[in-house]
């Protein structure tokens, strides 16, 4: 049988080099849904080449990409971000990653978040959760005035759709954590959760492909991952977003600043 935690650790580096060439070198984007929403060609191209090693390992799959969409008709089901934290990349920000998970029958089995500027790679699957080979436990704080918070709320989108009662919610998030941080790639925030590098993650408005591996790597390093959903939607696994919290082992969710805040427009997927 084909060890996927071994692939998706394959897909996931196999483009390292060319996203360390392309590193602060400027290059040209365009711009999906706005101009907060880069792409570039280097996203392309990286994920056309993970697509063509998971199929090649694995011929019976599935590949859901950022860039590229679904392909195949598989029953192991891969989703990949080949760059996420895009707009990080574009300028030259040392905080992207690339993202690979494997789902098979709607569970997330393996995982894969590489880092290529630090060379940290976090991978995950039935036997737990590791970084570059060694075993990960997330643990860090144990209230949340002692945490660190990396959060993508609010979105401008989510800014323009809200309005004030957005920047109400961030300033209670600003408040109650000992210290809050937007550095711009959701997956590698969970994976940083995972590792116990910092204490909470929370997003509002992200894709499969950026939470599918990052929550593996939570929970099986002994973490906390819970989806979060507008108020009155159907629930859906919890990996599939739009929203998500994530914390480290030692914190308890139990009566959450982060729950609190949004329990008015969002409900919990565990």
Known sequence: MTDLTLV????????????????????????????????????????????????????????????????????????????????????????????????????????????????????????????NGSPMRSAGATAETEALLITSYPSPRELRAEGEPALGRLGRLLTEYRTLRRPGSAALSLAHVAAGWADVALGLSVNAWDLAAGALLVRQAGGRFLGLRPAGTPATANWLGPGYLATVGTLAVDGSVVLDTFAASHEVTP
């Open 8 to 131: 998706a650790a394959d897909a996931a580096t196999c483009v390292a080099d060319q996203l360390r060439a392309a590193f602060r070198s400027r290059p040209d984007m365009e711009f999906k849904r706005d101009r907060h929403d880069p792409v570039t060609v280097h996203d392309r191209a990286a994920e056309a080449t993970i697509r063509e090693l998971i199929l090649a390992a694995v011929p019976d799959s599935r590949i859901v990409g950022e860039e590229g969409g679904a392909i195949g008709e598989g029953s192991v089901h891969w989703y990949v971000d080949p760059i996420d934290g895009t707009a990080n990349f574009v300028a030259g920000l040392a905080f992207f990653c690339t993202s690979v998970a494997a789902v098979v029958d709607g569970e997330v089995v393996a995982g894969a978040i590489y880092d290529p500027v630090r060379d940290d790679l976090f991978t995950a699957g039935p036997d737990g959760a590791y970084h």
